[in-house]
T-cell receptor, first 115, second 109 residues
C-alpha cells in the first residue's frame, strides 16, 4: 500500500535553531499538507499546498514557518527559529483529490523536541 | 471558531461489547466527515468516511445528522485491537480538516 514517508522520525533541536522536516508524499498525489499535534492535544492544521503554492494556512503558520517542494518528490516544512512551544509531532499528509473530500493519508510523523 | 467536540472517555468495555461514540461539529457548511483512528504516538489513520445516509464497514457503522450537526460511530463485537483513540474529523475549508480531540477506547479481555 502506498505510504507517505517522513524523516527524521525524531529531531531534537535547541531553541532558536532552524529545522527542516522532510516528507515524501504518495507519488500520484497532488495535494500536500502539514499538521501538528502537541502532546495530549488535538491534531491541528498548519498548511496545504497545491501546484507549487500554498492553498490555505492557519494562524499557527506564521512567518517562522515555510514550505517547499524542492523537487518532484520531497515536500518540506522549515521552522526558522524554533521556540519551546514548537515541540510537537508534525504530520505530513497527501491526497489525490481536490479539497478534503476523501480524507488523506498521513505519514508516521516527526517528533520535534525543542530544548 | 470551527470546532469538533467529542467526549474524551476513556470508554472501558469488555471484548465483544458494542460501544458508541458521538461527536458534534460547529461549522454548518462542512461537507465531508470522517472517523480516524489514532494509536498512541502514531499517525491518524482513516477508519471510514461518513455519509448522509449512514454507512457500514464490517463491525463499524457511522451515522451523520446534518440538522443536529452530530456524527456517531458504533463498534460492534469489540476486539482487543480496537483499543485506540477515535478522532471525529470534519472538513473546515477547501482543503483542510478539523479534528476533534478524540475519544479513547480501551477493550479488555
Amino acid at each position: 500500500e502506498p505510504e507517505v514517508t517522513q524523516t527524521p522520525s525524531h529531531q531534537v533541536t535547541q531553541m532558536g535553531q532552524e529545522v527542516i522536516l522532510r516528507c515524501v508524499p504518495i507519488s500520484n498525489h497532488l495535494y500536500f499538507y502539514w499538521y501538528r499535534q502537541i502532546l495530549g492535544q488535538k491534531v491541528e492544521f498548519l498548511v496545504s499546498f497545491y501546484n507549487n503554492e500554498i492553498s490555505e494556512k492557519s494562524e499557527i503558520f506564521d512567518d517562522q514557518f515555510s514550505v517547499e517542494r524542492p523537487d518532484g518528490s520531497n515536500f518540506t516544512l522549515k521552522i526558522r527559529s524554533t521556540k519551546l512551544e514548537d515541540s510537537a509531532m508534525y504530520f505530513c499528509a497527501s491526497s489525490a483529490s481536490q479539497g478534503a473530500l476523501d480524507g488523506y493519508t498521513f505519514g508516521s510523523g516527526t517528533r520535534l523536541t525543542v530544548v | 471558531r470551527k470546532e469538533v467536540e467529542q467526549d474524551p472517555g476513556p470508554f472501558n468495555v469488555p471484548e465483544g461489547a458494542t460501544v458508541a461514540f458521538n461527536c458534534t461539529y460547529s461549522n454548518s457548511a462542512s461537507q465531508s466527515f470522517f472517523w480516524y483512528r489514532q494509536d498512541c504516538r502514531k499517525e491518524p489513520k482513516l477508519l471510514m468516511s461518513v455519509y448522509s445516509s449512514g454507512n457500514e464497514d464490517g463491525r463499524f457503522t457511522a451515522q451523520l445528522n446534518r440538522a443536529s450537526q452530530y456524527i456517531s460511530l458504533l463498534i460492534r463485537d469489540s476486539k482487543l485491537s480496537d483499543s485506540a483513540t477515535y478522532l471525529c474529523v470534519v472538513n473546515s475549508g477547501y482543503s483542510t480538516l478539523t479534528f476533534g480531540k478524540g475519544t479513547m477506547l480501551l477493550v479488555s479481555p
